[in-house]
């Protein structure tokens, strides 16, 4: 055994520049293989941490539709429901349009105790509710930007015209790293007040509601009995799990989603051809070598081992630095962009299929170059210029 792999050893480091120039496709290829897969998963994320005693109720038309903010009080109503918040999207732009960031009016009370993800100090909650105008901001947004507890911003409205000022209250933390803190939530009595001055038509409405149910065991029941009440109304209304609401916002960029996932696996087809191709110029060239092992006793399944040995440690040299590089360069990709991907978090299933790739790239690119040099004859082989 020893033997086997002083031979492995010796024949990936014999020609260096070429084991290098296939190290460095293998570490780009099974890298983007992973980033893309954690991009995949993280888009679901939102499906994953869904609460499953929590329903959301939007417009049956449509979710970009409103809807009264009147409806809180007769969905609280309804047999089975805890408590019910409800929140608003705002679209505002913070000095350039490329500055994009999710902006929510909420009901700040109600919904801090809807969320209890949303990781906000006492102090910060009391000054919140406090000021009319204050605002609450993510720590990744906050540490993008440099806001502070103080600091007055100012947003143009894109669905809500106008410019709207609001005051950093404080910064708020996530309870798992999949929580995002990329968002800013402001009071919607503020948007609501001064909506009916500059733009009554958009006053007293809501774009969704959160309830909370009393039992998991009761959650179709009481998204039927909602649904019930207002049904024949001018904004009858549609109420699912929050678990099957992300599902439906996902479902939207799905084809995206499935030609990420066939481009990952393109990758690593890609760098199988390119491993097979050095594997098969390698053995070409040792052929007369490994006709002499034959010649002075060994098996020709020991000379297809070194064979499969070199690939298999090639391609897991390269997997290794790959999986090692995957997570800081996550990161960094999170970074630049915070608000499309909040956390890339690269999952363990996601480590497991990049060394399961290495693997297989390792073990597919020597199976052509294995049995050529195995079945060669000892003459044929010795007469191979090497």
Known sequence: ??????????????????????????????????????????WYAGVDGAVPSRLLTRNAISFTLPLPQAYHKRIGAVEGVRRVTYMNWFGGVYKDPKNFFPQFAIDAASYLDMYPEILVSDEVRRAFLRDRRGAIVGRKLAKRYGFKPGDVI????????????????GVFD???????????????????????????????????????????NLVAEVSQAIDDVFRNSLAETL?????AFQIG????TEAILISIRIVSFVVIFIILAVMANT??????????????????????????????????AIALIGGTIAIGLTPPVAARLAELSATLFPSLIVSVNTVILQALSALVVGVLAAVWPMRR?????????LRALG
Request: net charge positive.
């Open 1 to 42: 055994m020893s033997q086997w792999l002083t031979l492995v050893a010796r024949n990936v480091l014999r020609h260096r520049l070429r084991t290098s120039l296939t190290l460095v496709g293998l570490v780009v290829a099974i890298l983007a293989f992973g980033l893309l897969q954690t991009v995949v998963k993280t």
């Open 279 to 312: 594997m098969a110029m390698t053995a070409r060239e040792r052929l007369r070598e490994y006709a002499t092992l034959k010649a002075i006793g060994f098996s020709p399944g020991y000379v297809a081992r070194l064979i499969l040995g070199e690939s298999v």
């Open 174 to 216: 996530g309870r798992d790293p999949k929580t995002d803190t990329s968002q800013l939530f402001f009071r919607w009595d503020y948007l609501n007040e001064t909506l009916r001055v500059r733009s009554k038509a958009q006053a007293d409405q809501v774009g969704f509601f959160a309830v909370d149910v009393v039992s998991i």
């Open 239 to 243: 109420t699912e799990t929050e678990r």
């Open 249 to 252: 916002f996902v479902k939207q």
């Open 154 to 169: 100012q947003l143009r409205g894109t669905i809500f015209p106008g410019n709207w000022e609001f005051v950093i209250c």
């Open 373 to 381: 040099a195995a079945r060669v004859s000892i003459v044929d082989g």
